[in-house]
């Protein structure tokens, strides 16, 4: 109950594309849903994040969505670019409890 | 503002021996997460402090410790090195809560030979 399943392992799009990275959760009492992306010889840093009340958001190129019925959530990317081209993870948690982590995305956005 | 720092960047240990890592948070900031990081696991979560005291633990042996200052700042100490124990080890600061954004360090890559 306590895992976060994340989709793909890895992905290649061209740019321009709209890549698509999904999560799903069993928990159905985690509230707090970020994605953080990082690139090679960086810590993670924090990309968007929402929360079950809403099931949508965007901040520029990146959007979640958010679907509390199917326990999904999954990051799009708009017009990608190369400069994209990092791991993307997905995380879950509840109150102060520990993020629970999905196994992170290999994302390579083509020139 | 500073980010999060840790020392040392890099460290080659021996099997058998124990190493100390440390992790300076941003100022203001009373939690500390530590996370192991390999190719193939992903983030494993080891331990957050918050105030000087344990708040949450992942599933990792006891020779995986740490401890907190009152000034936040935080170690994790690994006894009884294994070569298994070779990973990037990231260490987060957030405000207080674990469910608001974590700022990671750049990590301490250690090698266990």
């Known amino acids: 109950q306590q895992q976060v399943k994340q989709s793909p392992q890895s992905l290649i799009v061209q740019k321009g594309g709209i890549p698509i990275i999904n999560c799903a959760y069993e928990n159905t009492a985690f509230d707090y849903f970020p994605w953080y992306q990082q690139f090679p010889g960086k810590g993670p840093a924090l990309l968007i994040a929402?929360?079950?009340d809403v099931s949508e958001k965007k901040e520029g190129r990146f959007t979640i969505s958010f679907n509390k019925s199917a326990k999904q959530f999954s990051l799009h990317i708009m017009d990608s670019q190369p400069g994209d081209s990092a791991t993307y993870f997905c995380a879950a948690s509840k109150g102060n409890y520990q993020l629970i982590w999905g196994a992170g995305t290999k994302l390579i956005i083509k020139p | 503002k500073a980010g999060v720092t840790q020392t040392p960047r890099y460290l080659i240990k021996t099997r058998g021996q124990q190493v100390t890592l440390s992790c300076s948070p941003i100022?203001?900031?009373?939690?500390v997460s530590w996370y192991q990081q390999t190719p193939g696991q992903g983030l494993q979560f080891l331990f957050e402090y918050f105030s000087e005291t344990q708040r949450n633990k992942g599933n990792f042996p006891g020779r995986f410790s740490g401890r907190q200052f009152s000034n936040s700042r935080s170690e994790m100490n690994v006894s009884t090195l294994e070569l298994g124990d070779s990973a990037l080890y990231l260490c987060?600061?957030?405000?207080?809560?674990?469910?608001?954004?974590?700022?990671f360090g750049q990590g301490t890559r250690l090698t266990v030979v």
């Open positions: 987060a600061s957030s405000l207080d809560s674990m469910n608001t954004e974590a700022f």
């Open positions: 100022s203001g900031h009373r939690s």
């Open positions: 929402i929360r079950p």
